[in-house]
């Protein structure tokens, strides 16, 4: 459903950030895109998304990314922004749930009823009418991540999702992400994060696809993950520490 | 919290004054919107001499406060530091114009002290009405009323956009502030040597969370066209409300009505 075949891209020239990146992701599937900081992670997702236009050939759903289909092609793809700060812009959760769909035709009373369901489902219906400055970090990155479900994506990318959470709040939103049918990719630093919530990882380095493969195959692999900078997940580190 | 946190704070407060349901809130944008330039525009159209007119006009504010429950001392603080500049604006009136134009004891009042005041009470009138306008009526909904009057999708998105951006701005400003004083602990404001640094940081950085911030409007569908700009219309309470107001402000400006409770009474 989605595929990336030979992908360049440079922000400026004569530094390439990916050279040639091809990898295909099918329905239902959860993807981990790791690689060191700097590795080009949130470029992909970008280049997804059609906010940098690179060379070579995205396609999601057949549909290849480009300006007249960035509408429909937004519409498939959900993103939860590393920042959530950024993300919700509205004074209120509610209203930030509403945002898309009222954007995409819906009534207010039908956004509404949407936005009630995603809350529901979610655990968090309490911070319905709370505004948005006034929430701890934890509680917005969960609305954060319903105004995203509100417009019904059929997949998710999620930006460093547990990015400056605590336990608590970390924990609530990798059971979350588990629970969610979509088809989702996911950028983290946090291995274990990404072993806990997704079957395949894809592991960018030197500007190409440096691994790809399953998510214990390759978060097992110390050599690989310390090539690009990585450690091991803790719970395979054991004895290490 | 430093300085811009405490702006950015009470930036953030005016959004929750708009979401009050006071009688003033139910009323659509549209009316209310039309009603404050109306307001504004019969205001500053007085005579300059024209003290007893201007402060006649004081009626639509008051009016405001009371039905709106906001307290008229929100409105002075949240104003506090534009009303030094209403004053401002007429200061050298008294200096440049020194006839008098009436002897209170024996201390003679100039022509330049009355435009002065009059400058001061038209600009806190405006101000008054337009903060009303904002603590009444929510930005989203003003935009849409302005979408409905024709202007522009692209320069109403913008209104939008400061709006929010502004709030972006001041966010960087207290983080950056607070990462200068802390490696300069002691230290009052920021060195002028840093001023274009610090600025140019600002810019950057402020450029790159709206460019976050436009993007995440877009990804959830954002097109230019506003969410409820069909609901922005007006229903009968609304035009009696904006035909009520009209009316007054137009009575406010052509009667002189203090000269007539005066007379009254004389
Ligand atoms: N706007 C930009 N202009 C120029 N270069 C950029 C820009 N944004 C990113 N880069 C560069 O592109 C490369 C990839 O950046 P990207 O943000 O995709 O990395 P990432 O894998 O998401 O890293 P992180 O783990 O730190 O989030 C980096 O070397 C970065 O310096
Ligand atoms: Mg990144």
Redesign the interface.
Known sequence: MIEFRNVSFAYEKNRPVLSGISFHIDEGENVGLIGANGAGKSTVMKLL?G?LQGEGEILVHDIPVCKDTL?EI??IC??V?Q?S???M????VLEDL???P???GMT?QQAERKADEVLAGLDIAYLKNR?N?RISGGEKRMAAVA??LA?EPEVLLMDEPTAALDPYNRRMIINTIRKLPQTKIITSHDLDMILDTCTRVILIGGGTVAADGPAEEILTNKKLLEAHRLELPLRFSGSSI | MNRAENALYELNEMDELANGNSPVHRFSALAKLLVTVIYIAVTMSFDRYDLSGVLMMAVYPYVLFQLSGIPFRTCIYKMRYIIPLIAFVGIFNPLLDRTAFVTIGRVPLSYGWLSFAVLFAKGMLAISASFLLAATTRIDAVCAALRKLRMPAEIVTVILLMYRYVSVLVEEVGVMSNAYHLRAPGQKGIHYSAWGSFLGQLLLRSMDRAQELYASMLLRGYHGEFLYTAEAGMAGRDWMYLLTWTAVIALLRSVPVIQIIGNLFM
Do not use: C, E, I
């Open positions: 998304l906010f509408a937004r519409k959900g993103f922004l920042n700060d950024d993300q812009f509205m004074p209120t509403m945002f898309g009222v954007n995409y207010k505004y400055h105004s995203v417009m």
